[in-house]
């Protein structure tokens, strides 16, 4: 089955512990992007990837890193997380690079107190 | 910059047609998707027009006009499992595809 996964899908965690979200895909997409979505604001891009070792920031970027090693693999790192990057967490994932449709994984709940 | 507004909530009735509108305003416009968001779950594409007019999926439309930077999803015949969010994206191109989302329209489907 054609899907993107997200591990872990929550966590809650403490101001300055670093965390990795984790996202892969098995649809070979060249084109990953990380989002978080907060109430009223939508979803705002923070990195995407048009394929590997190829990132770039998107709209939020700030206390997050993304590394592309891999086709399929798209990690998302807090180093210090911080309650402001309390939010829901979406991977997405689209064939071309950004020209389709985006496959999304089923979202990653974080706190962070 | 970039800026994409539609109407926060809607209510309809079962049975009957809602139009949800979206603006947008882009530099590198490159296609304009829509996408239904159930809550608690992840996004699930409906749409996608980069060429102005209508195209149509069974119960759903969606209309572009990128001289005005304008769309909107048409829903038809509603049900109440149409109760959901549905999120208005644009595409840019500008130094690299970005997708770029709207906060989404709440639907309210009522019996």
């Known amino acids: 089955e054609a899907q993107v996964t997200q591990n872990p899908r929550y966590l809650i965690t403490v101001t300055g512990k670093k965390l990795t979200v984790t996202c892969s895909q098995n649809?070979?997409?060249?084109?990953m992007s990380w989002y978080r979505q907060d109430p009223g604001l939508g979803l705002r891009q923070i990195y995407y990837?048009?394929?590997?070792?190829?990132?770039d920031k998107g709209d939020v970027p700030e206390g997050y890193k993304v590394s592309r090693k891999e086709k399929r693999n798209f990690p998302l790192i807090l180093e210090s997380p911080s309650p402001n990057q309390t939010s829901l967490y979406f991977c997405?994932?689209?064939f071309g690079q950004g020209a389709g449709e985006l496959f999304f994984g089923e979202g990653s709940r974080l706190t962070v107190l | 910059g970039q800026n994409i507004d539609q109407p926060t909530e809607m209510t309809a009735t079962e049975g009957a047609i809602v139009q949800i509108n979206c603006t947008y305003q882009?530099?590198?416009?490159?296609?304009l998707f829509w996408y239904q968001q159930h809550a608690g779950e992840a996004p699930t594409f409906l749409s996608y027009?980069?060429?102005?007019g209508l195209e149509e999926k069974g119960r759903f439309s969606s209309f572009l006009s990128r001289s005005k930077g304008y769309s909107y999803l048409l829903l038809k015949e509603l049900q109440m499992k149409d109760s959901a969010s549905y999120l208005c994206?644009?595409?840019?191109?500008?130094?690299?595809?970005?997708?770029?989302f709207g906060a989404g329209t709440r639907l309210f489907v009522k019996a």
């Open positions: 997405a994932s689209s």
């Open positions: 649809m070979n997409h060249e084109y």
């Open positions: 990837s048009m394929n590997v070792e190829v990132t």
């Open positions: 882009t530099s590198g416009f490159n296609g």
């Open positions: 027009n980069v060429l102005d």
């Open positions: 994206a644009v595409r840019d191109q500008t130094g690299g595809f970005k997708t770029i």
